[in-house]
């Protein structure tokens, strides 16, 4: 039987770092990387792209099945590849938000979905970034991170990133919105929000980007005996 390749999983809530940590590891070990996040968004952008009905429930799974994704973290920032077309802006567009929205809530692209992310696992290895990538996705991964930083701090740092871009936002509203939606994925019923029973749980609260980086690496030599 071949060798499965190692999988690294970061879970958390929203501003706890583990897109930045992820793509760091990724870069740092040579693995591919999976966004978990961004794939409704992908799904979406394929479908209006398709000209699909986003209602077509099998015709949107079909969509979400056939997609050759790529995420680049060469860059300072991660490049999103979609059927060989750079879609890194795209997927942020209102449009495709809305539609991912819609597209999310249709369990036959949530299961198609589950089967292209698993897809990802190839060798040397991957680092999956989401919410349930160790609870529901890789729950055999020999690697499992739940990372996390008060809402405080998360709104803190999601309020600084924002003004850096010249967006003005009242850092009382971001707070309101983290902490909402820290409910809302911890209570809903498809892959809740929590740590998985055997994932280290790292609290980045008082931690810098390369403090974080470091734990990390130290349990992935660990555990993966590099």
Do not use: C, H, W
């Given at each position: 039987?071949a060798e499965q390749a190692p999988v690294i999983t970061i879970d958390g809530?929203?501003?706890?770092?583990?897109?930045?940590?992820?793509?760091?590891?990724?870069?740092?070990?040579?693995?591919?990387?999976?966004?978990?996040?961004?794939?409704?968004?992908?799904t979406a952008l394929a479908a209006i792209r398709a000209e699909a009905d986003?209602?077509?429930?099998?015709d949107v799974a079909r969509i979400a099945s056939g997609m050759d994704i790529?995420?680049?973290?060469?860059?300072?920032?991660?490049?999103?590849?979609?059927?060989?077309?750079?879609?890194?802006?795209?997927?942020?567009?209102?449009?495709?938000?809305?539609?991912?929205?819609?597209?999310?809530?249709?369990?036959?692209?949530?299961?198609?979905?589950?089967?292209?992310?698993?897809?990802?696992?190839?060798?040397?290895?991957?680092?999956?970034?989401?919410?349930?990538?160790?609870?529901?996705?890789?729950?055999?991964?020999?690697?499992?991170?739940?990372?996390?930083?008060?809402?405080?701090?998360?709104?803190?740092?999601?309020?600084?990133?924002?003004?850096?871009?010249?967006?003005?936002?009242?850092?009382?509203?971001?707070?309101?919105?983290?902490?909402?939606?820290?409910?809302?994925?911890?209570?809903?019923?498809?892959?809740?929000?929590?740590?998985?029973?055997?994932?280290?749980?790292?609290?980045?609260?008082?931690?810098?980007?390369?403090?974080?980086?470091?734990?990390?690496?130290?349990?992935?030599?660990?555990?993966?005996?590099?």
């Amino acid at each position: 039987m071949a060798e499965q390749a190692p999988v690294i999983t970061i879970d958390g809530p929203s501003g706890s770092g583990k897109g930045t940590i992820a793509k760091l590891l990724a870069e740092k070990l040579g693995f591919a990387l999976l966004d978990s996040g961004a794939l409704y968004r992908l799904t979406a952008l394929a479908a209006i792209r398709a000209e699909a009905d986003l209602e077509d429930e099998a015709d949107v799974a079909r969509i979400a099945s056939g997609m050759d994704i790529f995420f680049d973290v060469s860059g300072e920032e991660v490049a999103v590849t979609l059927d060989e077309d750079d879609v890194t802006r795209a997927i942020r567009m209102e449009d495709v938000s809305m539609a991912a929205s819609r597209v999310a809530a249709l369990p036959m692209v949530r299961a198609a979905l589950l089967e292209r992310q698993r897809a990802f696992r190839k060798m040397p290895g991957l680092v999956a970034d989401g919410r349930d990538m160790g609870t529901t996705v890789f729950p055999d991964a020999p690697v499992k991170v739940f990372l996390t930083a008060s809402a405080e701090e998360r709104a803190q740092r999601r309020f600084n990133q924002l003004q850096e871009k010249g967006v003005s936002v009242s850092l009382r509203d971001l707070l309101e919105d983290i902490r909402a939606r820290d409910e809302r994925d911890t209570v809903r019923s498809a892959s809740p929000l929590r740590p998985a029973g055997d994932a280290v749980q790292l609290d980045s609260t008082e931690l810098t980007i390369s403090q974080v980086l470091d734990t990390v690496l130290e349990l992935v030599r660990d555990r993966l005996k590099m």
